[in-house]
């Protein structure tokens, strides 16, 4: 019966053997992936690319339960427009101010000129 320290000694020399082994088989098998890639004319940026689409999400876990967290995409309707520009834009008032209603804005005409009637939140058509 072998002692634990020979024991040790041959673990340390078969680990020392598997690492060189490694090292080998991961040159040889680098090289045949590079030869692969240059036949079928795959660059760096396709497996970086193919790396990305492969990837799934991370599953978040709730920090104080431990389980998986609900997720969190809502499902939302299309908010109807508040607002409705000389050549047809229109804008929800939500979110920053679009570029044609500050420019009219700017030219002296006011958001109310441009307030669709009787939409939702507008003072037009809401109940009195």
Known sequence: ???????????ANLQKQAAEIRLKETDRTIQEILSLMKAFGISHADLRRADGAMRRPRK???????KQAQSTKRT?????????GPAGETWSGRGRTPV?????VNTGHTKDEYEVKGSVGSRDGAPS
Do not use: C, D, F, H
């Not at 019966?1 to 673990?11: D, P, R, Y």
């Not at 978040?60 to 431990?66: A, I, L, P």
């Not at 044609?100 to 009219?104: E, M, P, R, T, Y």
């Open 1 to 11: 019966m072998k002692t634990l320290i020979e024991l040790q000694s041959q673990i």
């Open 60 to 66: 978040v876990r709730n920090r104080s339960t431990g």
């Open 76 to 84: 939302s309707k299309p908010v109807p427009a508040k607002y409705i």
């Open 100 to 104: 044609w209603l500050q420019k009219l």
